[in-house]
């Protein structure tokens, strides 16, 4: 099948519009409407300028897509010719595929749609809840010195809620820097008691005993209770 010129900034655009490249099922020799024919090239054409679709949107999938005509994004990525909704139903396999419409109609060019293999969509949305997990439970580390600056102290404990509050686990180092002046007992006490009480306004805990020896070094690992 051969495409008008201005295929790579098609391609670049639909890249960018439509979902997560899943493997896809290609349609081959599905028939579209004769009289469609002579406007095939400008729908192509007006492809060019999709707008860009929202990500989160509810995606219309099989049936339930509106529209007698559509096209199809084939396995490159590029637009095959508008065909009748029903014939590309028929052509894949709906136990392993599903038909998603990935833009809406426009006046002048029908809904352009993907088919999407099940089993890579899955693989697809585990991968990525494995991915949100494994950024939720690393641990974020945040230091402060005994004789930390009350503003630089409220900056650092800001940076400790925020971290609890997105469910992030956090080690809280406070030690002695080297070639800085020795804390006050005031000030070791009120950095201890400063961090311990953000913890608990976090709704946060000890996840294991504190280490260490105040106005030396301490470590305490904490995170957001569970609900």
């Not at 199809?72 to 014939?87: F, H, K, S, T, Y």
């Amino acid at each position: 099948m051969k495409h008008t010129r201005g295929l790579t900034s098609i391609t670049q655009a639909l890249r960018h519009t439509f979902l997560s490249p899943f493997q896809t099922t290609h349609v081959q020799s599905l028939r579209y409407n004769p009289a469609l024919r002579g406007t095939q090239s400008r729908l192509f054409q007006s492809s060019r300028h999709l707008p860009a679709q929202q990500s989160k949107q509810r995606h219309i999938k099989d049936e339930d897509i509106r529209s007698e005509y559509i096209q199809i994004v084939n396995e490159q990525g590029d637009l095959e010719p508008a065909m009748r909704l029903r014939e590309v139903l028929r052509s894949f396999d709906r136990s392993q595929s599903f038909l998603i419409q990935v833009s809406p109609a426009l006046p002048d060019r029908p809904p352009i749609c993907k088919i999407v293999n099940k089993i890579a969509l899955r693989e697809h949305e585990r991968a990525k809840a494995k991915a949100a997990h494994a950024t939720k439970t690393a641990v974020k580390q945040i230091e402060l010195n005994w004789a930390i600056d009350s503003h630089d102290l409220a900056h650092r404990l800001k940076q400790l809620t925020n971290f609890l509050d997105k469910g992030r686990r956090v080690e809280i180092v406070l030690t002695r820097k080297k070639g800085k002046r020795a804390p006050s007992v005031e000030e070791i006490k009120n950095v201890m008691d400063s961090v311990l009480q953000a913890t608990k306004e976090a709704d946060a805990m000890q996840i294991k005993p504190m280490e260490g020896e105040p106005g030396k070094h301490v470590t305490l690992f904490v995170k957001k209770k569970d609900n």
